[in-house]
């Protein structure tokens, strides 16, 4: 595997179920960011991870839970959502450091319909 | 806040050239642009870091403008590969460390034979 990978692609969830999104990269990056895009609405930074410490959290609603066990690995954990939280979540992944700015590398989402 | 770009959509002939601007009320440190074409993922296309430069990507360019808080992109000779939305981004704070990026609302860019 290459680049960003996320899973599952495609989630369908009940507002009292809980699941988890996973993203991987294989960059050797240093920082891994949680976006969610939902339709007609630009992207939006939920959580933002450096060096496995957590140094955003954009008042994300509690029912999203972020956890990064270590640089290449980042969960979102999402428990009793609602209707409105479907929506497209992409996670992406950049260097880190003073030498920047780095880009961002995306994975290519989850797409969560909450019913 | 986050930044304004326009226009919202386009069309364009192949071969035809488009402008998308991208406008901050906040000061710039540097400009990011994505492109994401239908069901993938935003894709890097470039970073501007000082005013008035201009960089390239085949044949997508684009400009800084640090006094006037704007960024431009240029696509010039489309091609039917352009087609997707394009989105600037503005980083907070200066260079270094991670990127907290506050995208615009995007420009949806559709070129036709």
């Known amino acids: 595997e290459t680049g960003v990978t996320q899973t599952p692609r495609h989630l369908v969830m009940g507002m009292t179920n809980k699941k988890s999104l996973k993203c991987e990269q294989h960059l050797g990056h240093n920082a891994m960011y949680w976006y969610k895009q939902s339709a007609k609405k630009p992207l939006e930074l939920m959580f933002v991870?450096?060096?496995?410490?957590?140094?955003e959290n954009n008042s994300v609603p509690s029912r999203f839970s972020p956890e990064c066990p270590n640089s290449s690995h980042l969960f979102l954990h999402l428990h009793t959502l609602q209707p409105e939280d479907s929506a497209l979540y992409l996670c992406?992944?950049?260097?880190?450091?003073?030498?920047?700015?780095?880009?961002?590398?995306f994975g290519p989402g989850t797409r969560l319909t909450v019913t | 806040q986050q930044p304004v770009q326009s226009p919202q959509a386009v069309i364009l002939r192949e071969g035809e050239d488009a402008v998308i601007n991208c406008s901050s009320s906040?000061?710039?440190?540097?400009v990011h642009w994505y492109r994401q074409k239908h069901g993938e993922a935003p894709v890097f296309l470039m970073i501007l870091l000082k005013g008035g430069e201009q960089k390239g990507h085949d044949k997508i360019s684009a400009s800084f403008n640090e006094k006037k808080q704007q960024s431009s992109l240029y696509l010039t000779a489309s091609q039917l590969s352009y087609s997707g939305t394009y989105f600037c981004?503005?980083?907070?704070?200066?260079?270094?460390?991670?990127?907290?990026?506050?995208f615009g609302t995007g420009t949806k860019l559709q070129v036709i034979p």
């Open positions: 992406a992944s950049s260097h880190s450091g003073l030498a920047g700015p780095y880009e961002q590398y």
């Open positions: 981004g503005t980083p907070k704070g200066s260079f270094g460390g991670y990127q907290k990026v506050t």
């Open positions: 906040k000061a710039l440190y540097s």
């Open positions: 991870y450096n060096f496995k410490e957590q140094t």
